[in-house]
C-alpha cells in the first residue's frame, strides 16, 4: 500500500552535465552464487547516484569492482571515456564497507598517510587532515588511537579518509549506517558539496528516506541485477495513477459512487477512515483514462462535500517494497533468461 504523501513533483536539480562514470554490463559470480548479472549504469558529473537494494543484492560487490580491488568476470568500468587503471582510481575516494582503518594509529597520522598514498605533499596532507576532521567534527580526536573512537566517530574518520585526496569521484559503501542525526546532516551535506562541485557521488545505503531525500538519481538492484533507474521523480511516476478522495459522506456511498465511474478501482483505508484511495488506469494510448479524474470528483461532489482529492504517488520505499517483494534467498543462482525483467524510466530507456 502506497503511504499517503501527495507531493508535487520535486525539482530536477541536474546540471545538464557530462556521464564520467560508466559501469557497462558487469558480471560476476563467487562460484555458484551469481553476484552480478549484467549489470549496467552511470554517474553523471555533479550528481549523487543512490544505489539501493537488499542484503546481498550486489551493491558492494559493484563497487569493489569499481575500485578496482575485485576484479569482474566481465564488463567495464569507464571514467570520462576511458577504462580504469592504477592512475585513474587514485583519484577515487572510497569508503569500503568493512571500514579498512588501523586500529591503533593515530587519528591525524593516519590521514595524513594516506593522503601521501594519493601522492599530497606532507604540507597539503597536513592541511587538508586538518581541514576534514574538524568539518567532520573529529578535529579534537587527531592524536587520539582510532580504536579509542566509538563507532560513529570511526566512520566520520573513515569518511575524511575518503575525502583527504580531494576525490574527482566518491564510492562510499553505506556510508550513513550507525551514524547519529547530526553526522547525518554533515555527511549529507559534504556529499551535497562534494556533487555541486562536479564530482561524481555514488553511495549505497538501506537508509531510503535518506536516499530520496538527497539522491539526485537511483538504481535498485535486486539479485544482481538493475531493476529500477532514473530520478526519484521519474521512478515514483508510476503506470497506477492513484489519488486519494476525502468527502463528507459515509464511505460505503462514496465507493460505490466512484466505482460506478467506468474503468476506475476505489478502496477504503485502514489507517485514515473517511478516506478512499482511487485507482485510475493510466492515461496514454489505449488507456482512454484522461480525465478520468474530474468523473470520479463529480460523482464524489454528488454524495457529499468534498474535503480533499489530490494525486497520491509512491514513496522510494514502497517502490522499493514493490521491487523486492516476493524476493527469493538473495544468494540463489538466476536463471540465465533475465526473467525477472528491469523497470527503466522512459528517459534511460530513450538514452
Ligand atoms: N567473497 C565472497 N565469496 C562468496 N560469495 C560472496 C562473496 N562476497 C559476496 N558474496 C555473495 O555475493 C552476493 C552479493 O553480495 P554483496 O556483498 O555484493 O551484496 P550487498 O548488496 O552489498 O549486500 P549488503 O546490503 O548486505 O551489504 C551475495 O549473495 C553474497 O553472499
Redesign the pocket.
Known amino acids: 500500500m502506497p503511504s499517503l504523501r501527495v507531493d508535487p513533483p520535486a525539482p530536477d536539480r541536474r546540471p545538464a552535465a557530462a556521464t564520467l562514470l560508466e559501469i557497462g554490463h558487469l558480471s560476476k559470480r563467487?562460484?555458484a552464487?551469481r553476484?552480478l548479472h549484467d549489470l549496467t549504469f552511470e554517474v553523471r558529473s555533479g550528481e549523487i547516484f543512490g544505489f539501493v537494494?537488499?542484503?546481498?543484492?550486489?551493491?558492494?560487490?559493484?563497487m569493489r569492482i569499481m575500485l578496482g580491488v575485485l576484479a569482474a568476470d566481465s564488463g567495464t568500468v569507464r571514467w570520462n571515456g576511458a577504462e580504469l587503471d592504477l592512475d585513474s582510481r587514485r583519484r577515487f575516494g572510497y569508503m569500503p564497507?568493512e571500514r579498512g582503518l588501523y586500529p591503533k594509529m593515530k587519528v591525524g597520522e593516519q590521514l595524513r598517510f594516506l593522503a601521501g598514498l594519493h601522492g599530497m605533499s606532507p604540507a597539503d596532507a597536513a592541511d587538508a587532515v586538518e581541514r576534514w576532521t574538524d568539518r567532520l567534527g573529529v578535529g579534537d580526536r587527531r592524536n587520539d588511537n582510532v580504536e579509542s573512537l566509538s563507532l560513529g566517530n570511526q566512520q566520520r574518520v573513515q569518511l575524511a579518509a575518503a575525502l583527504v585526496h580531494d576525490p574527482a569521484v566518491l564510492v562510499l559503501?553505506?556510508p550513513f549506517s550507525g551514524l547519529d542525526p547530526v553526522a547525518v546532516d554533515i555527511m549529507s551535506d559534504v556529499l551535497r558539496e562534494r556533487a555541486d562541485a562536479g564530482v561524481p557521488v555514488i553511495f549505497?545505503s538501506?537508509q531510503l528516506d535518506l536516499v530520496e531525500r538527497l539522491c539526485d538519481r537511483v538504481g535498485i538492484?535486486r539479485a544482481?541485477r538493475m531493476q529500477a533507474l532514473g530520478t526519484i521523480d521519474e521512478l515514483r511516476t508510476t503506470d497506477r495513477l492513484q489519488w486519494l478522495l476525502e468527502v463528507e459522506a459515509d464511505p460505503g456511498a462514496v465507493l460505490t459512487a466512484v466505482h460506478a465511474v467506468p474503468g476506475v478501482q476505489a478502496h477504503a483505508l485502514d489507517e485514515r477512515p473517511g478516506a478512499v484511495l482511487v485507482e485510475l488506469a493510466a492515461a496514454g494510448p489505449g488507456a482512454g483514462a484522461a480525465g478520468a479524474e474530474q468523473d470520479v470528483l463529480r460523482a464524489a461532489l454528488a454524495v457529499g462535500a468534498v474535503r480533499s482529492f489530490g494525486p497520491v504517488r509512491p514513496t522510494l520505499a514502497d517502490l522499493f517494497r514493490e521491487i523486492v517483494s516476493g524476493d527469493e534467498a538473495?544468494?540463489a543462482v538466476h536463471s540465465p533468461d533475465g526473467s525477472s525483467g528491469s523497470r527503466r524510466t522512459t528517459a534511460e530507456a530513450a538514452a
Open positions: 563467487y562460484g552464487v553476484a537494494g537488499s542484503n546481498g543484492a550486489g551493491k558492494t560487490t559493484a564497507e559503501d553505506e549505497s538501506h538492484i544482481g538473495p544468494d
